[in-house]
């Protein structure tokens, strides 16, 4: 095949209409192999060698396309490229420009085996499905498809630090190191420093004055010397931990330690080098790490809050486990989440400038730390970004408390005004009490730092203003003195412990807040009994408690994902957004904003996943400007995980009906067989043995043969009823001639007391479908009555209804049988031999079909009786 005969079809489906496409085949049993061709910086051959490979493979006859590959106009590169189809690029409009990139539409259409992608960190356009490329990848091996891709080392994300300080570099397109976790396989592509850069000259990097610009910066050869280590380092790494996976696994591993890291996250910049330093460190100790974020009583600005956001999401990316907690102290809630996963290491970041100053700050959780860890060994880890100093969050910055600053003043001024008017009534000491109270009422709405100010100044002021002599700073008596430094003490105490406590409430109250509402989620959903209005009560607790609108997409009744919202969705999805939520359900992940996957969509979609089962999507609307904290989208999570509970509930209940409904056919087919078989071969029995005997007894076949006609009658009327043929023939009847008629059939009119009250309305039915029922209930109160007494037939009138009653003299229903007797194939244990079991069932149904009703019950003197009720008139209406 030529390079140029793959043309896409101009009506192949959208994004949206291929993940519909994707989804139409959950079960993809296969996964992709991902082949990384790895190599210290660009230059060193990796895209040359991974054309070789390919060329080895279409040899081989596996079918290989040419999905990306930069060739930067190299001829040797263009040439390896010949015989492989190569998929046109997505042209892309973004600010009025057309960018190109690689058709990852185009490729899962084609599904080939191999698709070459060249350039693994390269950022996509904006508009594309993923950010980033090597999430194109990740989905191309989801979908079954081997890949083969190329990555130089400085695009490693734990390795960027490192990069940078040796090389003064800073590298924006970076690829998590799980993707050399997930590789298959990785070959490195090594070339000598001095081969590169000779390389380089030759015009086989970069041409004219760029090769003459990265000679001079990062090609230098001690740059290259240092990279070049790294990326052997790195391949050894990968090497020696599949040896590893290897070995046999005996009761006591040797390859694996115990330990645990845990690493601080904040809003800092130098969070993002501290996650990537202990992932590296993490790698090398083959120990899991978690992230640990404090969320503490002040709120955090807005920019602070997006970079803590987005530090926590590389640590996520790195394969950490994020733990969310709270404290106003933030070295307790460190040690508190430590100790809760159980860690031997936590890593956090070594302030600059000298010891005494972190030591001595009583802001800094490092002190007490390192004095309270225990056995927990505290890891203390310079950074290397821009800036002397970590950042101080937004919410600590000195201009954030100019305003409560000025009102400690002016509190302070107010209080002062008002103790130089009272002081000739209360005394200079009582004044101290006017500051104590002014200073503790204070500190119930101004933050820490204005509520100490005012409790320092409130000493001065009185010591300056108050205590003699006046107007100076100097005390003459002891007592002042000792007066003095004790009011100091209390204020500056009373300060900040108010402080303290206003901190724990603030915050304690955001943690209620959060726990109420998921309470009230669960005890409201507890109290539904459907689906529906289980979706309906999540959403407007969204609603309520995020203020957005949502929308629930679930699994129909056949289990397929329908792609449609519920109907009381408040989120009216577009094509774009239900194509999101159809991706998020069929690769189980989080899609649209703040993921890796669509991020420019309208809201975020997360899976109801239960058990690594989909039950669907749910989706809120996000605006322009709205992104979740951390805290919120902990929150949704937890909505989304009670509404995947319940819809899991729904679907087990829905799969244990079907199950007891075909248990029970099941066993009504058996008893059927077993009560056919039974009945069919009596009466023949019967039949066989009379016409064998010289004399042929008449009678004896007779009654066979109307045995045999009934069994049949049944079997044909309860398949009449379940069919929804039998077609009622309505007409007036009389009351008293149908009890005649029922006796008449049975043929045991002398064994039956018949009561008929005179002056009885005629009623509209089925003469003959009510006599057939009627003559039901007799034959079994002669069957099951009293042989010594006859059976009672009673007519009345019962208001708008003739009432029927059969009773008889025998032992009657034992406890619970009075409805299981109108079941099919149900008899009562202690039955004479004959029936299958059908009798009363097909005359409940016959009664119902005229809206009347047939009940059965035990008569106070002894023995059973029926029941059976019809309306005199109306229009007849047959059961649902």
Same mark, same amino acid.
């Given at each position: 095949?030529?390079?140029?005969?793959?043309?896409?079809?101009?009506?192949?489906?959208?994004?949206?209409?291929?993940?519909?496409?994707?989804?139409?085949?959950?079960?993809?049993?296969?996964?992709?192999?991902?082949?990384?061709?790895?190599?210290? %910086?660009?230059?060193?051959?990796?895209?040359?060698?991974?054309?070789?490979?390919?060329?080895?493979?279409?040899?081989?006859?596996?079918?290989?396309?040419?999905?990306?590959?930069? !060739?930067?106009?190299?001829?040797?590169?263009?040439?390896?490229?010949?015989?492989?189809?190569?998929?046109?690029?997505?042209?892309?409009?973004?600010?009025?420009?057309?960018?190109?990139?690689?058709?990852?539409?185009?490729?899962?259409?084609?599904?080939?085996?191999?698709?070459?992608?060249?350039?693994?960190?390269?950022?996509?356009?904006?508009?594309?499905? +993923?950010?980033?490329?090597?999430?194109?990848?990740?989905?191309?091996?989801?979908?079954?498809?081997?890949?083969?891709?190329?990555?130089?080392?400085?695009?490693?994300?734990?390795?960027?630090?490192?990069?940078?300080?040796?090389?003064?570099?800073?590298?924006?397109?970076?690829?998590?190191?799980?993707?050399?976790?997930?590789?298959?396989?990785?070959?490195?592509?090594?070339? !000598?420093?001095?081969?590169?850069?000779?390389?380089?000259?030759?015009?086989?990097?970069?041409?004219?004055?760029?090769?003459?610009?990265?000679?001079?910066?990062?090609?230098?050869?001690?740059?290259?010397?240092?990279?070049?280590?790294?990326?052997?380092?790195?391949?050894?790494?990968?090497?020696?931990?599949?040896?590893?996976?290897?070995?046999?696994?005996?009761?006591?591993?040797?390859?694996?330690?115990?330990?645990?890291?845990?690493?601080?996250?904040?809003?800092?910049?130098?969070?993002?080098?501290?996650?990537?330093?202990?992932?590296?460190?993490?790698?090398?100790?083959?120990?899991?790490?978690?992230?640990?974020?404090?969320?503490?009583?002040?709120?955090?600005?807005?920019?602070?809050?997006?970079?803590?956001?987005?530090?926590?999401?590389?640590?996520? @990316?790195?394969?950490?486990?994020?733990?969310?907690?709270?404290?106003?102290?933030?070295?307790?809630?460190?040690?508190?989440?430590?100790?809760?996963?159980?860690?031997?290491?936590?890593?956090?970041?070594?302030?600059?400038?000298?010891?005494?100053?972190?030591?001595?700050?009583?802001?800094?959780?490092?002190?007490?730390?390192?004095?309270?860890?225990?056995?927990?060994?505290?890891?203390?880890?310079?950074?290397?970004?821009?800036?002397?100093?970590?950042?101080?969050?937004?919410?600590?910055?000195?201009?954030?408390?100019?305003?409560?600053?000025?009102?400690?003043?002016?509190?302070?001024?107010?209080?002062?005004?008002? %103790?130089?008017?009272?002081?000739?009534?209360?005394?200079?000491?009582?004044?101290?009490?006017?500051? #104590?109270?002014?200073?503790?009422?204070?500190?119930?709405?101004?933050?820490?730092?204005?509520?100490?100010?005012?409790?320092?100044?409130?000493?001065?002021?009185?010591?300056?203003?108050?205590?003699?002599?006046?107007?100076?700073?100097?005390?003459?008596?002891?007592?002042?003195?000792?007066?003095?430094?004790?009011?100091?003490?209390?204020?500056?105490?009373?300060?900040?412990?108010?402080?303290?406590?206003?901190?724990?409430?603030?915050?304690? +109250?955001?943690?209620?807040?959060?726990?109420?509402?998921?309470?009230?989620? !669960?005890?409201?959903?507890?109290?539904?009994?459907?689906?529906?209005?289980?979706?309906?009560?999540?959403?407007?607790?969204?609603?309520?408690?995020?203020?957005?609108?949502?929308?629930?997409?679930?699994?129909?009744?056949?289990?397929?994902?329908?792609?449609?919202?519920?109907?009381?969705?408040?989120?009216?999805?577009?094509?774009?957004?239900?194509?999101?939520?159809?991706?998020?359900?069929?690769?189980?992940?989080?899609?649209?904003?703040?993921?890796?996957?669509?991020?420019?969509?309208?809201?975020?979609?997360?899976?109801?996943?239960?058990?690594?089962?989909?039950?669907?999507?749910?989706?809120?609307?996000?605006?322009?400007?709205?992104?979740?904290?951390?805290?919120?989208?902990?929150?949704?999570?937890?909505?989304?995980?009670?509404?995947?509970?319940?819809?899991?509930?729904?679907?087990?209940? +829905?799969?244990?009906?079907?199950?007891?409904?075909?248990?029970?056919?099941?066993?009504?087919?058996?008893?059927?067989?077993?009560?056919?078989?039974?009945?069919?071969?009596?009466?023949?029995?019967?039949?066989?043995?009379?016409?064998?005997?010289?004399?042929?007894?008449?009678?004896?076949? @007779?009654?066979?043969?109307?045995?045999?006609?009934?069994?049949?009658?049944?079997?044909?009327?309860?398949?009449?009823?379940?069919?929804?043929?039998?077609?009622?023939?309505?007409?007036? %009847?009389?009351?008293?001639?149908?009890?005649?008629?029922? %006796?008449?059939?049975?043929?045991?009119?002398?064994?039956?007391?018949?009561?008929?009250?005179?002056?009885?309305?005629?009623?509209?039915?089925?003469?003959?479908?009510?006599?057939?029922?009627?003559?039901?209930?007799?034959?079994?109160?002669?069957?099951?009555?009293?042989?010594?007494?006859?059976?009672?037939?009673?007519?009345?009138?019962?208001?708008?209804?003739?009432?029927?009653?059969?009773?008889?003299?025998?032992?009657?229903?034992?406890?619970?049988?009075?409805?299981?007797?109108?079941?099919?194939?149900?008899? #009562?244990?202690?039955?004479?031999?004959?029936?299958?079991?059908?009798?009363?069932?097909?005359?409940? +149904? #016959?009664?119902?079909?005229?809206?009347?009703?047939?009940?059965?019950?035990?008569?106070?003197?002894?023995?059973?009786?029926?029941?059976?009720?019809?309306?005199?008139?109306?229009?007849?209406?047959?059961?649902?």
């Amino acid at each position: 095949m030529r390079n140029d005969e793959f043309v896409p079809d101009e009506n192949r489906p959208n994004p949206d209409a291929l993940l519909a496409a994707i989804h139409a085949d959950e079960s993809k049993a296969r996964r992709g192999r991902l082949k990384v061709f790895f190599g210290m %910086c660009p230059g060193v051959g990796k895209t040359y060698a991974m054309l070789e490979a390919a060329q080895r493979k279409v040899k081989e006859g596996v079918e290989v396309v040419i999905g990306v590959v930069e !060739t930067h106009g190299r001829a040797e590169t263009l040439a390896m490229l010949e015989g492989m189809p190569i998929v046109p690029r997505a042209k892309i409009e973004h600010r009025g420009a057309v960018l190109e990139e690689m058709d990852f539409e185009a490729i899962l259409i084609w599904h080939p085996r191999l698709v070459i992608v060249d350039e693994l960190a390269h950022t996509n356009a904006p508009g594309s499905r +993923h950010p980033k490329r090597y999430q194109d990848v990740l989905e191309l091996l989801d979908a079954g498809i081997d890949v083969y891709t190329t990555l130089n080392v400085q695009h490693v994300e734990s390795r960027t630090d490192a990069v940078r300080q040796f090389t003064g570099v800073i590298v924006r397109e970076t690829v998590p190191d799980s993707m050399l976790d997930v590789a298959d396989e990785i070959e490195l592509v090594d070339l !000598t420093p001095e081969r590169l850069r000779q390389r380089l000259s030759e015009g086989k990097v970069y041409l004219g004055d760029r090769a003459v610009a990265a000679g001079e910066n990062f090609f230098r050869e001690g740059n290259l010397t240092a990279l070049r280590e790294m990326a052997l380092r790195l391949t050894a790494e990968h090497v020696d931990r599949s040896l590893r996976a290897m070995q046999p696994t005996a009761k006591s591993d040797p390859w694996r330690s115990g330990d645990r890291l845990a690493v601080a996250v904040s809003a800092s910049p130098h969070s993002a080098e501290l996650v990537r330093w202990t992932r590296r460190y993490a790698a090398s100790l083959e120990a899991p790490w978690i992230a640990v974020a404090v969320e503490s009583p002040e709120s955090l600005g807005p920019e602070d809050e997006k970079r803590r956001t987005a530090n926590l999401a590389l640590a996520r @990316q790195l394969g950490a486990e994020v733990v969310l907690t709270s404290g106003a102290h933030i070295g307790e809630a460190l040690l508190l989440a430590a100790q809760e996963h159980a860690v031997t290491q936590l890593v956090m970041g070594k302030p600059d400038g000298p010891p005494w100053r972190w030591l001595l700050n009583r802001r800094s959780p490092i002190p007490w730390l390192i004095q309270h860890s225990g056995r927990i060994d505290v890891q203390l880890v310079r950074t290397e970004a821009k800036g002397d100093r970590p950042l101080v969050p937004a919410r600590d910055r000195p201009q954030m408390y100019f305003r409560e600053f000025g009102i400690a003043l002016g509190i302070a001024a107010g209080a002062t005004i008002f %103790c130089q008017l009272v002081q000739g009534l209360i005394g200079y000491w009582s004044v101290a009490l006017v500051y #104590l109270l002014t200073v503790t009422l204070a500190a119930a709405t101004l933050r820490r730092g204005p509520t100490l100010l005012l409790a320092a100044l409130s000493a001065l002021l009185w010591n300056f203003l108050f205590i003699p002599p006046l107007y100076t700073f100097y005390i003459s008596k002891p007592h002042d003195v000792m007066m003095f430094a004790m009011f100091f003490i209390v204020a500056i105490v009373i300060g900040q412990l108010t402080s303290r406590l206003r901190e724990r409430e603030r915050l304690e +109250h955001r943690r209620e807040q959060r726990a109420n509402a998921l309470y009230q989620l !669960t005890r409201r959903l507890a109290a539904v009994t459907s689906r529906d209005a289980a979706v309906k009560e999540v959403l407007a607790q969204i609603q309520k408690n995020f203020g957005l609108n949502a929308a629930a997409l679930l699994r129909d009744d056949s289990g397929a994902f329908a792609g449609n919202a519920h109907p009381a969705s408040t989120w009216k999805l577009s094509t774009k957004e239900e194509g999101v939520a159809a991706w998020a359900f069929q690769n189980k992940r989080a899609a649209g904003r703040d993921t890796d996957t669509l991020p420019d969509g309208e809201g975020l979609h997360l899976p109801l996943i239960v058990a690594d089962r989909v039950e669907g999507v749910l989706g809120v609307e996000l605006g322009a400007a709205d992104s979740l904290v951390p805290e919120q989208r902990e929150l949704l999570e937890a909505f989304a995980s009670q509404l995947a509970i319940v819809a899991e509930k729904e679907r087990l209940a +829905h799969v244990q009906r079907r199950a007891q409904v075909v248990a029970e056919s099941e066993r009504l087919q058996k008893t059927l067989f077993d009560s056919v078989s039974h009945e069919l071969k009596t009466p023949i029995a019967a039949i066989r043995a009379a016409l064998d005997q010289p004399e042929v007894n008449r009678d004896e076949i @007779q009654r066979a043969n109307d045995r045999l006609r009934r069994t049949v009658d049944h079997l044909l009327d309860a398949t009449r009823i379940e069919s929804g043929m039998l077609k009622p023939v309505i007409e007036w %009847c009389d009351a008293g001639e149908l009890a005649r008629e029922a %006796c008449e059939l049975t043929g045991v009119g002398e064994r039956v007391q018949m009561d008929i009250a005179p002056d009885l309305p005629p009623l509209r039915a089925d003469h003959g479908l009510i006599a057939q029922a009627l003559a039901t209930l007799v034959d079994n109160a002669t069957i099951y009555g009293s042989a010594s007494e006859p059976a009672l037939l009673t007519v009345r009138r019962n208001g708008d209804l003739i009432r029927f009653e059969v009773a008889d003299r025998g032992a009657g229903f034992t406890d619970g049988t009075e409805e299981k007797i109108f079941e099919k194939f149900f008899r #009562l244990p202690g039955s004479p031999a004959g029936g299958v079991g059908l009798g009363l069932s097909i005359a409940r +149904h #016959l009664v119902e079909a005229h809206r009347g009703t047939l009940t059965a019950e035990n008569r106070p003197a002894g023995g059973a009786r029926f029941i059976l009720q019809l309306p005199i008139g109306g229009e007849l209406k047959l059961p649902a």
